[in-house]
């Protein structure tokens, strides 16, 4: 009777080496979810690629930029209620091109209040306060004027008075700034924005585009042009170019500048409006905008 054959030792060792190998396989296939294996037949395996996420935002923003400032004025007015800023502002006034203003600025939306420090070239006060509807005037005869701010007089002023009140779109108001302490804020200031837009769009004379990215005050941001019809002081509209640049992450215009002429050198200039060292949400209270808080 012919003897029994057996496995020779290298069958063995093979067999038990694809096993572990096949099992190597399997566990590494079950712990394996980070990229997605297609294959299909007579196809080159390709790994998933990365998936990266777009910012609608920015998409809108790009394609239009109008509805991009609407969209960030809702989102800064259900979001946002008080914030600090220094605001870097330079003008032309009746008086011709004012110096370069720097002023601390705190800001509550609800109620409005503003308080402002002038930090360098203050103008006709060194501090002004307005919260709507606290000072009122009820004998003024121009119903603009009866809204009052409280003013802190220069060093030399404060000797002999701590605080005046003036309206806030009275006479001295129109000589001081372009802009009245009721329009102060990101959103007011989106608001006017939007508001010329629209006119002009209405009127087919809105030219609104979007630049690029750019940087300011160390932040990245995008770079939307407006050009509109000027036509002087007395026309529609407040200016012919502004250049507005909105803080990616804020998502508000954090530096505003407005020509008279497409040539946007400093001789045409008629406003700069900048916000630096913006800090949301820094829970401003009524003492913040309490004139005696200040020895007003």
């Not at 709507?132 to 404060?158: F, H, L, S, T, Y």
Request: hydrophobic share 35%.
């Amino acid at each position: 009777m012919p003897a029994e054959s057996r496995p020779s030792p290298n069958l063995k060792l093979t067999f038990v080496f694809g096993l572990a190998l096949a099992g190597m396989l399997y566990a590494e296939f079950q712990r394996s979810d980070v990229n997605e294996v297609i294959v299909r037949p007579h196809s080159p395996v390709v790994l998933a690629a990365e998936r990266t996420e777009v910012d609608p935002f920015e998409k809108l923003i790009r394609n239009d930029p109008l509805e991009a400032l609407k969209a960030a004025r809702s989102r800064h007015e259900r979001e946002v209620r008080d914030y600090q800023c220094v605001m870097v502002k330079q003008e032309l006034l009746p008086s011709g091109m004012s110096e370069e203003q720097e002023i601390d600025v705190k800001f509550r939306a609800e109620p409005y209040s503003v308080m402002m420090h002038w930090l360098r070239n203050p103008g006709l006060a060194e501090r002004v306060i307005y919260v709507k509807g606290r000072w009122i005037d009820e004998d003024a005869d121009n119903v603009e004027e009866r809204e009052q701010a409280v003013a802190q007089p220069g060093k030399i002023a404060q000797l002999f008075v701590k605080s005046v009140k003036q309206p806030i779109r009275g006479r001295m108001a129109k000589k001081s700034s372009r802009r009245f302490l009721d329009e102060f804020g990101f959103k007011r200031a989106m608001d006017l924005l939007i508001r010329y837009c629209e006119i002009a769009r209405d009127r087919g004379e809105l030219k609104l585009e979007f630049l690029g990215e750019s940087h300011f005050d160390g932040r990245p941001v995008w770079v939307v042009r407006r050009t509109l019809p000027y036509n002087g002081e007395n026309g529609l509209y407040p200016d012919r170019v502004a250049e507005i640049l909105i803080d990616k992450e804020l998502r508000v215009p954090v530096a505003v500048y407005c020509y008279s002429h497409t040539d946007r050198r400093p001789e045409n200039l008629l406003g700069k409006y900048e916000y630096r060292n913006i800090r949301l949400h820094t829970g401003l209270s009524d003492r913040d905008f309490e004139p005696t808080t200040y020895g007003m």
